[in-house]
């Protein structure tokens, strides 16, 4: 999206040489935004998470490919001052020659709609189109590679509707059941063996993945050995938690005179990490922290 802007950026209504926006400028912008429509009024004690709010609005309506003068007002109040907020922050960024990084998506795609002759330029360009990760796609990003690889048609996609987590940022794993529809010439190759897993825990993933809806059907299987029992345990809060997985870790270390060197522990996100952290500590039981840093660092 970055190089097609830098290229065509006269299309897409931007001067050369324009500005990437992050998070904290975008904040930044309507901060100012937000004071300014709010004047005496203004709470500044919320002023941080509305900010948040209206930052996370407008990347919804730009990543549905709607504009400020595309928003049904008569919706709601929230859509009536979302109108007003979001285009005041797309003029801002315009005069000061910046785009943010959902118009790395949008501003390609509303400029192929647009320019027919820029969109066949990029389609000579792009002869062949592989998409990893697909269910984690949105609107704009779907509609973006529609538009490229429409005529031609060659392209791969490699996606797991079971595997979208990413519904609340914008992801639809639909983008998948509407390839078929879009492409019916489409062929579906389903990658069932896992190399890495053995028997008990892909089967455990089909029970559990069996209770999704999807329009593709599939059982995971592995030519692993089945494997060893999976120990689940219910525990309350998160310190309770971190004690709990160092007791097991330190009764399997003695009973097999195993070294610590052997043990791994798992998490779903950095914030988990603390409190597992601390009971390894206050155990005295050295560790390291893999693609992160150690939270006593």
């Known amino acids: 999206g970055l190089d097609i802007l830098r290229l065509e950026h006269i299309y897409a209504g931007l001067k050369p040489n324009f500005t990437l926006f992050d998070e904290y400028d975008q904040m930044t912008v309507i901060k100012e935004i937000l004071q300014e429509l709010q004047g005496a009024y203004a709470d500044k004690e919320h002023l941080k998470d509305e900010c948040m709010f209206w930052q996370n609005k407008i990347s919804s ?7 400020y ?3 049904d007002t ?19 960024l315009r005069a000061i020659n910046a785009v943010d990084f959902d118009d790395l998506i949008y501003l390609p795609v509303r400029m192929f709609l647009e320019h027919e002759a820029v969109l066949e330029k990029w389609r000579q360009r792009v002869r062949y189109l592989l998409v990893d990760e697909y269910q984690d796609t949105n609107a704009s990003q779907y509609q973006l ?13 490699v996606g797991d509707d079971d595997q979208s987590i990413y519904s609340w940022r914008g992801a639809r794993p639909q983008n998948i059941s509407l390839l078929r529809e ?35 059907v599939k059982q995971l299987h592995s030519q ?17 938690e971190g004690k709990t997985i160092v007791t097991e870790l330190l009764a399997h270390h003695y009973i097999n005179k195993s070294k610590y060197s052997d043990y791994a522990i798992l998490y779903r996100g950095n914030y988990q990490s603390r409190e597992i952290q601390k009971a390894l500590q206050e155990s005295n039981i ?3 922290v893999i693609g992160g840093t150690s939270f006593f660092s």
Do not use: W
Request: with cysteine.
């Open 74 to 92: 008569d919706l709601n109040d929230v859509n009536q001052l979302g109108a007003i907020i979001y285009k005041r922050y797309e003029e801002t």
């Open 69 to 71: 003068d595309e928003i």
């Open 182 to 216: 879009d492409f019916p010439d489409l062929k579906v190759i389903m990658l069932e063996q896992n190399y890495r897993s053995c028997g008990r825990i892909l089967k455990c993933a089909n029970r559990l993945i069996a209770q999704n809806e999807h329009d593709f």
């Open 224 to 240: 692993l050995e089945f494997g060893s029992k999976i120990n689940v345990i219910e525990i309350p809060d998160a310190t309770l």
């Open 61 to 67: 309506y730009k990543n549905d490919l709607i504009g």
């Open 145 to 157: 590679i529609k538009l490229l690889v429409e005529k031609r048609q060659r392209f791969t996609v």
């Open 286 to 288: 050295p560790f390291r």
